[in-house]
Nanobody, 125 residues
């Protein structure tokens, strides 16, 4: 499956942005998907994940309560709604996918074999 991330941009602290990750391929709905982010000079970190059927989601502590991951399997698209953004949320955001079963979730970079190209999110103070 191929992934295309979009929706990044510049926003003031406290604002909102929505990211999209469009997947191509007939098996896209059988993949669980995660968002990761990488700030300049830092490692790529887990942000949020969603199971193939949307039954299970998980978030990094740093974004819990502010970000919401969702998916529309009819559109082969996963979304990341980001509210109450902070300057420390500034990073390149990547979506990643892998085949999985039912409610399974994965949190590590090495668990994912399919990656989108990344989209820049900049939060000004």
């Amino acid at each position: 499956v191929q992934l295309q991330a979009s929706g990044g941009g510049l926003v003031q602290a406290g604002g909102s942005l929505g990211l999209s990750c469009a997947a191509s391929g007939r098996t896209a709905s059988r993949h669980c998907v995660a968002w990761f982010r990488q700030a300049p000079g830092k490692e790529r970190d887990f942000v949020a994940a969603i199971s193939r059927g949307s039954g299970t989601t998980s978030y990094a502590d740093s974004v819990k309560g502010r970000f919401t991951i969702s998916r529309d399997n009819a559109k082969n698209t996963v979304y990341l709604q980001m509210d109450s953004l902070k300057p420390e949320d500034t990073a390149v955001y990547y979506c990643a996918a892998r085949p999985c079963i039912n409610t399974a979730l994965y949190y590590s970079l090495i668990d994912y074999g399919n990656w989108g190209q990344g989209t820049q999110v900049t939060v000004s103070s």
